[in-house]
């Protein structure tokens, strides 16, 4: 093997690894909507979004035909999924959040549609779907900030105040070491 094919290789697994680990993020809202059985400071625009953003880019691997793609958004789309079923399960509030999810599958749906159906070159499609998974991935990372409008108008922060940047949330130190840093009092209430 080559010394670029190693590299790559390598490359790849930490992204695949790093991606993964991303998706997971979730997993602690997750578990808590279930052990409450509410859905209460917990968001439900970054589940929809990195969703969509998960269905875009797997319908981008699969045109490029490419196994990494399609492996990571694969995973990241059923994970996304449950957290939205379990969201829609324990949400008060239905009607806004299919109305949110319909929105943005229809979006999705005429994006695909348009891809599909009215691109004729494979080679302008992939270009053209790159830069439409693109603007997706910007609106999953910008997601989490609808916490601050809600934060503006005096309403409570979410249950996790790190959930704002939540794509990296995984990177953190768990949270029995981060106790035992010292921090300002007044932000030992968020830990």
């Given at each position: 093997m080559e010394t670029g094919g190693v590299a790559d290789t390598l490359l790849s697994g930490a992204c695949v690894l790093f991606t993964l680990g991303m998706f997971s993020t979730g997993l602690s809202d997750l578990r808590h909507m279930r052990m409450t059985r509410r859905v209460d400071n917990v968001q439900f625009l970054p589940f929809l979004t990195t969703d969509v953003n998960n269905l875009s880019w797997l319908s981008y691997?699969?045109?490029?035909?490419?196994?990494?793609?399609?492996?990571?958004?694969?995973?990241?789309?059923?994970?996304?999924?449950?957290?939205?079923?379990?969201?829609?399960?324990?949400?008060?509030?239905?009607?806004?959040?299919?109305?949110?999810?319909?929105?943005?599958?229809?979006?999705?749906?005429?994006?695909?549609?348009?891809?599909?159906?009215?691109?004729?070159?494979?080679?302008?499609?992939l270009q053209q779907l790159g830069l439409f998974c693109s603007v997706f991935t910007i609106s999953m990372y910008l997601s989490p900030?609808?916490?601050?409008?809600?934060?503006?108008?005096?309403?409570?922060?979410?249950?996790?105040?790190?959930?704002?940047?939540?794509?990296?949330?995984?990177?953190?130190?768990?949270?029995?070491?981060?106790?035992?840093?010292?921090?300002?009092?007044?932000?030992?209430q968020f830990t």
């Open positions: 691997g699969t045109l490029k035909r490419d196994g990494t793609l399609i492996v990571v958004n694969g995973v990241g789309a059923v994970l996304q999924t449950s957290y939205i079923l379990v969201y829609l399960h324990y949400c008060p509030r239905k009607r806004a959040v299919l109305l949110q999810t319909a929105a943005l599958l229809g979006v999705l749906l005429l994006g695909f549609g348009y891809f599909w159906l009215l691109v004729p070159s494979t080679e302008a499609r900030l609808t916490d601050l409008r809600s934060l503006y108008h005096g309403a409570q922060p979410s249950r996790n105040p790190r959930q704002l940047h939540s794509p990296l949330a995984f990177l953190e130190v768990p949270s029995g070491a981060r106790q035992e840093l010292s921090a300002p009092t007044n932000l030992r």
